[in-house]
């Protein structure tokens, strides 16, 4: 009988042993990443308010998205328009992605002299997001043009150029 009980604490002894070892357990997990096409932006076409008559008085020209100036203050827009366009940008990248659109706040012109004008207030189509439907997509980007009362006759232009930033959403 003594022999039978030591066999039996024997065997519970090495059970507890063994359950104590088995009680960690390892789960695996595999990792993964999916490179997508870099979002992209080219300049498809500057802006350009045209020409511009000035008087005493301070005005503005506001150029729309879709390349339709109107005008406030001291400012006429002459029977010669002179070339008129919104600001294009061509964004590519993963189709059917969503995307964000950052304007400049503001963005100076000179005529290489003293004489400068702000461009303020810029709006796009689309406004503040977009979407890459077949992976690409045209931005068009109008602006207000601020002039001075009897600002300087001459061409106006910053060849630095104003930034418009997009990221994926």
Do not use: C, E, W
Not at 119 to 128: E, L, M
Not at 131 to 146: D, E, F, H, K, R
Request: aromatic share 6%.
């Amino acid at each position: 009988m003594k022999n039978l009980i030591a066999v039996f604490a024997a065997i519970v002894l090495v059970a507890g042993l063994t359950a104590t070892a088995n009680a960690q357990v390892t789960g695996t997990a595999t990792g993964s990443a999916t490179i997508i096409t870099p979002i992209a932006i080219t300049n498809a076409g500057n802006m350009n308010f045209g020409s511009i008559a000035v008087s005493a008085t301070a005005g503005t020209v506001v150029l729309s998205p879709a390349s339709v100036r109107s005008i406030t203050g001291g400012v006429t827009l002459p029977a010669v328009t002179g070339t008129v366009s919104a600001a294009a940008f061509t964004v590519t990248g993963l189709g059917s992605s969503t995307y964000s659109i950052q304007l400049p706040s503001s963005y100076t012109i000179s005529d290489g002299a003293s004489h400068t004008m702000t461009v303020n207030a810029f709006t796009s189509t689309p406004s503040g997001t977009g979407t890459l439907s077949s992976g690409t997509q045209t931005i068009q980007v109008g602006a207000t043009l601020n002039v001075a009362a009897s600002q300087a006759a001459g061409s106006y232009t910053n060849a630095t150029g104003f930034p418009v930033i997009v990221n994926y959403n």
